[in-house]
């Protein structure tokens, strides 16, 4: 029924969807249905949480008490800009590049407001403290960065995943970065030559 009600997304908004669209979708009658869920709220319930650990099983190790690894692991350890972690994100979005889409298109549904919020109290606030970055700006730096991540990745679903992974990954890590010595050496170059 989870893999029903994200193939309905792709063409209608969650409000309109019915219980019996579900079930006609997932080949199951009512009484199925109403044996594991209350109400469509309840089954898009389990599909966000469905989605979130599709997600993070991508990553390698543990990735509970996240929270706690960030406050003790050393300075360096907290760059996620890394082929470590954009790697396995960039393809859990590429083999699921039909479902990241639906998802996508219907933020609100999901509630992106509440997980950006949760992984802002318990990922980004922690990460940015350790960097003694003003309180003030937190919120507008992240929302910068992790727009940007998205704009990129929102990009490459619309090209149907063109480009590969690494270069993809190149793409972000360039735009966190700036581009490798090529700029350095050319802003040499134009200061030499003037």
């Given at each position: 029924?989870?893999?029903?009600?994200i193939s309905l997304l792709?063409?209608?908004?969650?409000e309109?969807?019915t219980?019996s669209e579900?079930?006609?979708?997932?080949?199951v009658?009512?009484s199925?249905?109403?044996?594991h869920?209350?109400?469509?709220?309840d089954?898009?319930?389990?599909?966000?949480k469905y989605?979130?650990?599709g997600?993070?099983?991508y990553?390698?190790?543990d990735?509970?008490?996240?929270?706690?690894?960030?406050?003790?692991?050393?300075?360096?350890?907290?760059?996620?800009?890394?082929?470590e972690y954009?790697?396995?994100y960039?393809?859990?979005?590429?083999?699921?590049?039909?479902v990241?889409?639906t998802?996508?298109s219907h933020?609100v549904?999901?509630?992106f407001e509440g997980i950006y919020?949760?992984?802002?109290e318990?990922?980004?606030n922690i990460?940015?403290?350790?960097?003694?970055y003003p309180?003030?700006?937190r919120?507008?730096?992240?929302?910068f960065?992790l727009?940007?991540?998205?704009a990129?990745?929102i990009?490459w679903l619309k090209?149907d995943?063109n480009?590969?992974?690494?270069q993809?990954?190149?793409?972000?890590k360039?735009?966190?970065f700036g581009l490798?010595?090529?700029?350095t050496?050319?802003?040499k170059l134009?200061t030499?030559v003037?």
């Open positions: 029924m989870d893999k029903a009600l792709e063409n209608k908004d969650f309109y969807i219980v579900i079930c006609k979708e997932a080949g009658n009512r199925t249905f109403y044996l869920y209350e109400n469509t709220n089954l898009l319930s389990e599909v966000s989605l979130i650990q997600f993070l099983a990553f390698p190790g990735v509970s008490n996240v929270s706690l690894r960030l406050k003790e692991c050393s300075l360096e350890e907290l760059n996620f800009i890394t082929e954009l790697n396995p960039l393809s859990y979005i590429k083999e699921n590049r039909r990241f889409l998802v996508l933020g549904t999901f509630n919020q949760n992984m802002f318990h990922i980004f990460i940015l403290d350790r960097f003694h309180e003030g700006n919120k507008y730096v992240m929302l960065y727009n940007g991540i998205n990129i990745v990009e090209n995943c480009k590969s992974i690494e993809v990954s190149d793409i972000i360039n735009c966190i490798d010595d090529r700029i050496n050319f802003q134009k030499d003037l």
